[in-house]
């Protein structure tokens, strides 16, 4: 049988196809796969016990690290996951400072608030309060209708947003933190095939079909995850979520 790959539905919301490149890739490469995509995050969690190889956000990967015996073997090149800090239109001139002694939204069960969060530790910002939303979307309508002044959401479902939306808050710091990152992560039923699989992945932009499946994907290129890098998402998940 072939492996199973799934891909977190962030990444195929809006455009699934350009994954079947990748699988196409897959068996041109000798390494054929079934492509299960996901209609949305519900469905997705309950097909992933079926998965060899999954293309996970922060927060699965880990959960398919720690529970599942599954590896990270590469993540896309520049790419990371990031938060936008939100103010409700009716704030002139925000920055992080005035956060300081602030309520502030974000989801709380998500890695993003650990990025957020980090931020503020950096530069000395306590917020009076955390009020924990339970998707991004919420967030944003919390700071849009002013019942919270001030929140963090993640990067991507910012961007995902309308112009018209998008303009319905004020967008004044945007995060550079480079540390957190979806990364593709192999199976242990299929660990034997891990490190032909990664070399696989890490050539793919030496060769003229794998630059096209990589250009569908948006990606440069694959880089290897680095135990340090995986280490390091833990940390900063440890240590925030004891803080929440």
């Not at 999954?54 to 938060?83: C, H, K, M, T, W």
């Not at 939100?86 to 956060?99: E, G, Q, R, Y």
């Not at 919270?148 to 967008?171: C, H, I, P, Q, W």
């Not at 290897?224 to 940390?235: A, M």
């Amino acid at each position: 049988m072939k492996p199973t790959m799934m891909v977190c539905p962030h990444d195929t919301a809006k455009n699934p196809g350009r994954w079947y490149f990748l699988a196409q890739y897959a068996a041109m490469s000798g390494y054929p796969i079934h492509l299960e995509i996901s209609l949305d995050f519900v469905d997705f969690h309950e097909q992933l016990g079926n998965a060899d190889l999954v293309y996970a956000n922060p927060q699965d990967a880990l959960r398919l690290i720690n529970d599942r015996g599954f590896s990270a073997i590469a993540r896309s090149s520049g790419i990371y996951d990031e938060v936008v800090f939100i103010a409700n239109h009716k704030i002139i001139n925000p920055s992080l400072k005035s956060l300081d002694g602030q309520a502030l939204a974000t989801v709380t069960s998500l890695i993003p608030t650990s990025i957020g969060l980090s931020v503020l530790d950096r530069e000395g910002i306590r917020p009076s309060e955390i009020k924990s939303a339970d998707t991004w979307l919420m967030v944003f309508d919390l700071v849009r209708s002013g019942q919270v002044a001030y929140g963090f959401m993640y990067k991507d479902t910012y961007n995902g947003l309308s112009e018209d939306n998008r303009k319905s808050v004020n967008a004044f710091y945007v995060s550079a933190e480079r540390q957190v990152f979806h990364s593709m992560c192999i199976g242990p039923t299929v660990a034997e095939h891990k490190e032909q699989w990664q070399q696989a992945l890490l050539s793919m932009h030496t060769n003229a079909d794998g630059k096209m499946a990589l250009e569908e994907l948006g990606f440069e290129k694959w880089l290897p995850v680095l135990d340090n890098e995986v280490e390091g998402i833990q940390k900063l998940v440890t240590l925030y979520s004891e803080r929440i």
